[in-house]
């Protein structure tokens, strides 16, 4: 399978703890983004690689979260701390041009 | 600020039947509007892409019309089937923005 992948596609952790989701991007894409979406919403934007470079950060991306591209390849989100708050499904997508190409997500969940 | 809102937000539709789906849209300039399926706890998966010169596109039983005059967009699924339930999302993108705006979604539920 060439996709988007996403692990682990489940988490389930308590509050306060830190938590790691990683995304490897279809090979040949160089822009890689990560999404937040809550039950009954679409996915809100939360920051954007050009190859290793984050290029843009959401206000939304508090700083208990971090994400790495180290070298442009595969990316890792981290949540420090976790709230109930950061309960959602966390979705990575890639692109060479436009169109983006989504995984299958992480979902979250703080007790 | 650029938004997408869609209707209805929900629908129950028997099997076979068609329905359709809207989406309106105030992102500017706009470049390309997509529609997206996401099965329960899945990614989204794209189903058509217009640009400002396309009026209709088709992928199977999906068909999606794009008015840029209105700024408004239809999803037309035919004779529904039961794998047709998930959400639908419209997805707006602004020329020269990578950044995509997207609706909330319409969640579609085929019943026997």
């Known amino acids: 399978d060439t996709g988007v992948s996403q692990d682990p596609r489940h988490k389930i952790t308590k509050r306060g703890q830190n938590v790691t989701f990683r995304c490897d991007p279809i090979s040949e894409h160089n822009r890689l983004y990560w999404y937040r979406q809550t039950l009954g919403q679409g996915p809100e934007f939360l920051t954007y690689?050009?190859?290793?470079?984050?290029?843009?950060k959401s206000r939304l991306l508090s700083d208990r979260f971090s994400a790495e591209r180290p070298k442009g390849s595969f990316s890792t989100l981290e949540i420090q701390r976790t709230e109930q708050g950061d309960s959602a499904m966390y979705l990575c997508?890639?692109?060479?041009?436009?169109?983006?190409?989504f995984g299958p997500g992480t979902r979250l969940t703080v007790l | 600020k650029n938004q997408v809102e869609q209707s209805p937000q929900s629908l129950i539709i028997l099997e076979g039947k068609n329905c359709t789906l809207q989406c309106n849209y105030t992102v500017s300039p706009f470049s390309n509007l997509r529609w997206y399926k996401q099965d329960t706890g899945r990614g989204p998966v794209s189903l058509t892409i217009m640009t400002f010169s396309e009026n209709t596109k088709s992928n199977g039983r999906y068909t999606a019309t794009l008015d840029a005059d209105t700024k408004q967009s239809s999803l037309h699924i035919t004779a529904s089937q039961l794998s047709d339930s998930a959400s639908y999302i419209c997805?707006?993108?602004?020329?020269?923005?990578?950044?995509?705006?997207f609706g909330a979604g319409t969640t579609v539920t085929v019943r026997a």
């Open positions: 997805v707006v993108s602004a020329a020269g923005d990578y950044k995509l705006s």
């Open positions: 690689f050009q190859n290793e470079a984050q290029l843009e």
């Open positions: 997508a890639s692109s060479l041009d436009t169109e983006q190409f």
